[in-house]
């Protein structure tokens, strides 16, 4: 059934550690429902699941790959991204980035679930900024 937002409404939702997700940032808003969480649902094409810390390197490889998140859009909305900036990143990117040797760091406790189907556990636990 349909929220208020009309999309329908999701379970809580999990992250890849198998807990509830926590929110990945707020400054910028992320996520893609501009939630501030990793949430994902069918209408997410892109799965933007991997919450992950921008760098410098990152920016410059995704800017390289087609997707520049550093330029602003005013229109949508879009800030442009900055180090240290967390994002909820499109899982294929970031597993295309870790291939590379490019990847960046990641909150695993705010990453959905559903970056599994792209990315393996092991490989986000090596990038990882939450585990002890």
Known sequence: MPDASGFPQRREARNVLGEPLKPCGDRPMTGFFRDGCCNTGPEDLGSHTVCAVMTADFLAFSARAGNDLSTPVP??????????????LCAP??????AAGMAPKVVLTATHQGALEYCRLADLKKHALDLS
Not at 93 to 98: G, K, L, N, V
Request: charged share 25%; glycine share 16%.
């Open 75 to 88: 229109q949508f909305g879009f800030p442009g991204l900055k180090p240290g900036d967390r994002w909820c």
């Open 93 to 98: 990117r970031w597993a295309e980035a870790f």
